[in-house]
């Protein structure tokens, strides 16, 4: 019997978010968790009880040290993603990095230069683009069930996390804006943001945002931790169709709405009969339930084993990273457009 290969995984970074990611990895298929490395005493003990069989430890150099460790998973802070994705690169280590890559572009391309020297696999955690919802917007546009597609919003609202690390436009919008990019396979040429700090000096609670791409698209990103409602919702609106995507939906996530405009082309026409308004139905697909963050994870260790593209590699996390920087940059200067390919 040939024994299929496994990719032995250190997680780095168990706190809020990495806990689920050592989950994902623990129970994944052809993985191995080998290491859960964290500074925080608190939750090595804690991740020792959920699992006996796992290597905790704080030391991330006697981790990569390990010749058999063939991948790293980074969940630590985002101010220390580059130096540890870059620490984890230069052992040799296949790399994971959560979203946002890093805090500027310059570093992501020194990322995505490391693991292109080395031959090695670099991915970014743009969950959403592993979401079933997600995915099934991506096939409709394909499908051109929506005709041309026009624009889209996001809201990504609720009260709390309030980082201190990071305002809003950071912690938020990477989802949203890795999302937009997928969805429209265009290039952003313009990035608007306004924002207001309330709570923290420089850490803006709240941002509203426009992102303009090259063919005329254009997408508004609504991202709070001071809002009194939980919404993730996006809506996308195409000349035939109008798509609306709600994640907080237990089980009818997406609805398709025949709704659209049109100016009739009959130049003798005048007001109201130029324009015709359609009000069709509305229909709700069924999705299927998996879990993003499996889908995603699976993506990571069979990309490795099987040598495949990785959707979400270190050239996606670069443009979202773009645009972040983008947009931090507008929001300095009163919401001027900055260009993200300029940052
Ligand atoms: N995909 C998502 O939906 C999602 C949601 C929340 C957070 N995140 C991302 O997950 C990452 C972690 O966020 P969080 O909310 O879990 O933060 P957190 O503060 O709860 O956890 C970070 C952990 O990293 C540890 N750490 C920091 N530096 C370290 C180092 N050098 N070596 C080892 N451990 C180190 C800290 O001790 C802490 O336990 C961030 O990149 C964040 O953007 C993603």
């Not at 084993?305 to 920087?325: A, F, M, W």
Request: proline share 4%.
């Amino acid at each position: 019997m040939i024994m299929e290969k496994s990719l032995n995984v250190a997680v780095v970074g168990a706190g809020y978010w990495g806990k689920n990611l050592v989950r994902n990895f623990a129970g994944a298929k052809r993985c191995s968790l080998k290491y859960i490395c964290d500074l925080d005493e608190k939750i090595l003990a804690a991740q020792k009880k959920n699992y006996p069989n796992i290597t905790v430890t704080a030391d991330l150099d006697a981790v990569l040290k390990d010749k058999a460790l063939d991948a790293v998973v980074v969940s630590v802070d985002v101010p220390a993603h580059f130096e540890v994705a870059k620490r984890a690169l230069d052992a040799g280590k296949h790399t994971y990095v959560e979203k946002p890559l890093t805090l500027n572009a310059a570093d992501a391309k020194l990322l995505i230069e490391t693991a292109k020297k080395k031959n090695l696999k670099l991915m970014v955690g743009h969950l959403l683009e592993y979401h079933p919802a997600v995915n099934y917007i991506k096939e409709l546009i394909g499908s051109g069930k929506l005709g041309t597609l026009y624009y889209m919003y996001t809201q990504r609202v609720n009260l709390g996390i309030i980082r201190q690390n990071e305002n809003a436009w950071w912690s938020l919008a990477p989802h949203d804006i890795s999302v937009i990019c997928y969805l429209f396979g265009s290039e952003p040429v313009s990035v608007s943001a306004r924002g207001q700090c309330y709570l923290q000096p420089g850490i803006e609670d709240v941002v509203f945002a426009t992102v303009k791409f090259s063919d005329g698209k254009i997408a508004n990103i609504h991202c709070s931790w001071l809002d009194p409602n939980k919404i993730r919702k996006m809506t996308v609106v195409g000349s035939e169709k109008m798509v609306t995507f709600d994640d907080m939906e237990a089980s009818e996530k997406i609805r398709i709405w025949d709704k659209g405009a049109a100016i009739k082309k009959d130049t003798a026409a005048t007001y109201p009969e130029i324009i015709s308004l359609r009000f069709g139905d509305i229909v709700i697909p069924k999705i299927p339930s998996s879990e993003p963050l499996s889908i995603e994870c699976a993506q990571f260790i069979d990309g490795i084993l099987d040598d495949k593209p990785i959707l979400t590699d270190g050239n996606d996390g670069l443009k979202v990273v773009q645009i972040l920087q983008a947009g931090q940059k507008s929001l300095r200067n009163n919401g001027q457009p900055v260009n993200p390919q300029e940052v």
